[in-house]
T-cell receptor, first 113, second 115 residues
Framework: GNSVTQMEGPVTLSEEAFLTINCTYTATGYPSLFWYVQYPGEGLQLLLKATKADDKGSNKGFEATYRKETTSFHLEKGSVQVSDSAVYFCALKSSNSGYALNFGKGTSLLVTP | GAVVSQHPSRVICKSGTSVKIECRSLDFQATTMFWYRQFPKQSLMLMATSNEGSKATYEQGVEKDKFLINHASLTLSTLTVTSAHPEDSSFYIC???????????FGPGTRLTVL
């Protein structure tokens, strides 16, 4: 079956540090890949997505590249801000599962001034 | 992207009462809606999937008689927690998919506290 594995948190970084949150997946076919962000006390917001191999999703300085050869979709940001403190979820949508998503367990990020 | 709302955002109720949470797609027709439950510092747990006009499909371990889901229109789904108990306290999130969109859009969540 489909599954998503992302690095355990919490991750604590100083402001302006480089961020990488690893995400790998297992899926049949050609899934779409997503990163969602959840700020404290709120629901999920789509951060970025990629729908085919070698696509790069980007938003708000965050980037992730769909790597089919390594089945990965690592999230990166060159310089984090305190306002980026949140929980980040990697997710996949199988090409034949309608709208259903498989989520990773989430990675909590804390950015300190 | 599309907008999904939830109401209420927070609810506190007494043990034994029932609570209804609404999920609305504001600017598109949601053929499929999902209900998730999230415990503190944990990932989302899918509770059920509902397609408009048909019965919801519940995930293993979710009591369908306790968590009643209705998806009577293309813009509204409701989750009713019946005879709520303190262990039902959680953050409930809905999402919706449909229209020309090929992805889910999430509501802001409802914090349920059962005293």
């Amino acid at each position: 079956g489909n599954s998503v594995t992302q690095m355990e948190g919490p991750v604590t970084l100083s402001e302006e540090a480089f961020l990488t949150i690893n995400c790998t997946y297992t899926a049949t076919g050609y899934p779409s890949l997503f990163w969602y962000v959840q700020y404290p006390g709120e629901g999920l917001q789509l951060l970025l997505k990629a729908t085919k191999a070698d696509d790069k999703g980007s938003n708000k300085g965050f980037e992730a590249t769909y790597r089919k050869e390594t089945t990965s979709f690592h999230l990166e940001k060159g310089s984090v801000q305190v306002s980026d403190s949140a929980v980040y979820f990697c997710a996949l949508k199988s090409s034949n599962s309608g709208y259903a998503l498989n989520f990773g367990k989430g990675t909590s990020l804390l950015v300190t001034p | 992207g599309a907008v999904v709302s939830q109401h209420p955002s927070r609810v506190i109720c007494k043990s034994g009462t029932s609570v209804k949470i609404e999920c609305r797609s504001l600017d598109f027709q949601a053929t499929t809606m999902f209900w998730y439950r999230q415990f503190p510092k944990q990932s989302l747990m899918l509770m059920a999937t509902s397609n408009e006009g048909s019965k919801a499909t519940y995930e293993q371990g979710v009591e369908k008689d306790k968590f009643l889901i209705n998806h009577a229109s293309l813009t509204l789904s409701t989750l009713t927690v019946t005879s709520a108990h303190p262990e039902d306290s959680s953050f409930y999130i809905c999402s919706a998919g449909g229209g020309s969109y090929n992805e889910q859009f999430f509501g802001p969540g409802t914090r349920l506290t059962v005293l």
